[in-house]
């Protein structure tokens, strides 16, 4: 029994020195190894510039025409044709639509079959206007030479001024229908074609040809081009400035706001800013950046500053910790204050190689160098 535990712990003294020299031998190749070089980092160096920089803050803003409004006839008819579609620009005057107008077509005729009758009556006045007239001159020799009484040349006379008085009014009343006929075939004219009261976009057609549309009720829906507006919410305690940074598409523009009105509603002021037109939808919204700041110091990339516990930095290129004052972000830039040195240079790496490089002297290769 001795014998087997002699040899049992015999074996495993053997691998476990074995196992001492395995590692042994390990180590003393690992400590032959080369030490691996560290790869540097490839950085920018950039000076501050000194001066002032603007900060701008986005929101939402609702993109409206400046002008827009309804087209109407001003008489009841059949809308006999639409030039245009929904989405169509037109011109100052060009005709958009045309109406039929039953209503004015109706009191036309009704005139017309008066004056009409009024002329028949006219004739009548004028015949019975020259019989007075001829009976009265020939009453008057009579009595000038005693034919008859002085009563009946009287009645003569009555007679004849009525029937003067009969053809004027009938002649007045046919001037006045006339007149109106000739008012109404320019209505006719005018009121039958709805035309554009400046250029514009077409927004909404609310009828159909063949279909029938009262006096006042809209045809069309239409909007101005030649001015529109952005007109932003934001609370009342941000300073807004004079700039607004508005992006569409691949275009970038640069707008000036034109005034800033107080609102009661949830605690906003409206920042209203004009714009020419914009390749959107109007009505629609649009991100707007409205300058809500002006900070003067030195600006410098987001990417130059260090954020450590103890404050925010700027790292030299001899990985010295400058200390700064961050006054606002903006973009892809940095308003700081500070006792910056004006001819030091200063590594741009973002936040973690720079964590690196300052705090463990990690190695840099300058970009361009």
Same mark, same amino acid.
């Given at each position: 029994?001795?014998?087997?535990?002699?040899?049992?712990? +015999?074996?495993?003294? $053997?691998?476990?020195?074995?196992?001492?020299?395995?590692?042994?031998?390990?180590?003393?190749?690992?400590?032959?190894?080369?030490?691996?070089?560290?790869?540097?980092?490839?950085?920018?160096? =950039?000076?501050?510039?000194? +001066?002032?920089?603007?900060?701008?803050?986005? $929101?939402?803003?609702?993109?409206?025409?400046?002008?827009?409004?309804?087209?109407?006839?001003?008489?009841?008819?059949?809308?006999?044709?639409?030039?245009?579609?929904?989405?169509?620009?037109?011109?100052?005057? &060009?005709?958009?639509?045309?109406?039929?107008?039953?209503?004015?077509?109706?009191?036309?005729?009704?005139?017309?079959?008066?004056?009409?009758?009024?002329?028949?009556?006219?004739?009548?006045?004028?015949? $019975?206007?020259?019989?007075?007239?001829?009976?009265?001159?020939?009453?008057?020799?009579?009595?000038?030479?005693?034919?008859?009484?002085?009563?009946?040349?009287?009645?003569?006379?009555?007679?004849?001024?009525?029937?003067?008085?009969?053809?004027?009014?009938?002649?007045?009343?046919?001037?006045?229908? %006339?007149?109106?006929?000739?008012?109404?075939?320019?209505?006719?004219?005018?009121?039958?074609?709805?035309?554009?009261?400046?250029?514009?976009? #077409?927004?909404?057609?609310?009828?159909?040809?063949?279909?029938?549309?009262?006096?006042?009720?809209?045809?069309?829906?239409?909007?101005?081009?030649?001015?529109?507006?952005?007109?932003?919410?934001?609370?009342?305690?941000?300073?807004?400035?004079?700039?607004?940074?508005?992006?569409?598409?691949?275009?970038?523009?640069?707008?000036?706001?034109?005034?800033?009105?107080?609102?009661?509603?949830?605690?906003? %002021?409206?920042?209203?800013?004009?714009?020419?037109?914009?390749?959107?939808?109007? &009505?629609?919204?649009?991100?707007?950046? #409205?300058?809500?700041?002006?900070?003067?110091?030195?600006?410098?990339?987001?990417?130059?500053?260090?954020?450590?516990?103890?404050?925010?930095?700027?790292?030299?290129? %001899?990985?010295?910790?400058?200390?700064?004052?961050?006054?606002?972000?903006?973009?892809?830039?940095?308003?700081?204050?500070?006792? =910056?040195?004006?001819?030091?240079?200063? =590594?741009?790496?973002?936040?973690?190689?720079?964590?690196?490089?300052?705090?463990?002297?990690?190695?840099?290769?300058?970009?361009?160098?």
């Amino acid at each position: 029994m001795k014998k087997y535990l002699f040899v049992t712990v +015999g074996v495993l003294f $053997f691998f476990f020195a074995f196992g001492l020299y395995k590692v042994k031998e390990r180590k003393e190749e690992l400590n032959n190894l080369e030490k691996p070089k560290m790869v540097p980092y490839t950085v920018s160096l =950039i000076k501050p510039q000194k +001066g002032k920089l603007k900060a701008f803050t986005t $929101f939402r803003a609702k993109y409206e025409p400046i002008h827009k409004g309804v087209l109407a006839p001003k008489t009841s008819g059949i809308v006999q044709k639409l030039s245009v579609r929904e989405g169509d620009t037109f011109k100052r005057g &060009e005709v958009l639509a045309v109406v039929d107008p039953t209503d004015l077509k109706a009191q036309l005729n009704t005139l017309t079959a008066k004056a009409q009758a009024l002329e028949v009556a006219l004739g009548a006045a004028k015949l $019975f206007y020259e019989t007075q007239k001829s009976i009265y001159e020939r009453n008057l020799k009579l009595y000038e030479t005693g034919g008859i009484s002085k009563e009946e040349l009287q009645l003569s006379e009555s007679s004849l001024k009525r029937a003067e008085a009969q053809y004027m009014q009938t002649l007045a009343e046919l001037k006045s229908v %006339k007149a109106q006929i000739e008012e109404l075939k320019h209505n006719l004219e005018n009121y039958s074609k709805i035309k554009a009261p400046y250029d514009g976009v #077409i927004r909404t057609i609310y009828a159909k040809e063949g279909s029938f549309v009262p006096a006042g009720k809209p045809v069309l829906e239409i909007e101005n081009t030649d001015l529109y507006r952005l007109v932003a919410s934001i609370p009342t305690d941000v300073k807004v400035g004079k700039t607004a940074l508005v992006e569409v598409g691949d275009k970038k523009y640069t707008l000036e706001v034109d005034k800033v009105l107080p609102s009661a509603q949830n605690g906003l %002021k409206k920042v209203v800013i004009y714009t020419k037109r914009l390749n959107i939808p109007s &009505e629609s919204w649009v991100n707007v950046k #409205i300058e809500t700041g002006e900070c003067k110091g030195y600006t410098v990339p987001s990417s130059a500053l260090l954020y450590l516990d103890g404050g925010t930095y700027l790292v030299n290129e %001899k990985k010295k910790l400058i200390p700064v004052k961050v006054e606002f972000l903006s973009g892809n830039s940095a308003c700081v204050t500070g006792k =910056i040195p004006p001819e030091e240079r200063f =590594i741009v790496a973002g936040q973690f190689r720079l964590r690196q490089i300052a705090l463990y002297k990690y190695p840099i290769r300058v970009k361009g160098k």
